[in-house]
């Protein structure tokens, strides 16, 4: 039976189709978050403490990287936010990515004037969970990466292109998950 679509979260779009089962859930109901278990925690532990990176110490997530190139800020820019950030957080900072993501990682971290911590190629889905969960921040384009930090309670900054965040922005409190948009004429 089609359901007619409505224009929301996709949380609640996925939501309203096992409606027939479950029956209509109020938000105070819905759990959203990923476990993270201690063994990825140990392996982001001593990844860290290899680049210097004390247990106790602050960090900030940048997962620059994303599906498609539209969604891709300036290389600088982010070098240039990641400075800024670490100084006025006083936290290290730690890019993150896929393989693919590596080269670009590489070249935005060059551009810094600080030294950040690289784990782009070196993680699987729990242990970048677990990086993100110990992370003060995490920050990146509209891409699953944020989803998965918005679920271990991470606060997020998204950048937001063509998509429209109202449907696919993380999901959580909007004072904790900050959404920047551009002007462009196709959004959302």
Known sequence: QAIEHRPEHVVWQSLRLIEPWSGELPASKIVYRFPVDPVSEGYVNGYLQEWGIAPDQPIICIHPGTGTWVKHWLEERWADAADTLADQLEAAVVFTGGDHELALVRRIASQMHRRACIMAGDTR??????????????????????????????????????????????????????????DIGCRP
Do not use: C, M, Y
């Open 125 to 182: 889905i729990g242990q970048l969970a677990a990086v993100f969960k110990r992370a003060k921040v995490v920050l990146g384009p509209d891409s699953g990466p944020l989803h998965l930090a918005a679920a271990v309670g991470t606060p997020t900054v998204s950048l937001f292109g063509p998509a429209d965040p109202q449907e696919f922005g993380p999901w959580g409190p909007p004072r904790k998950h900050l959404v920047l948009g551009s």
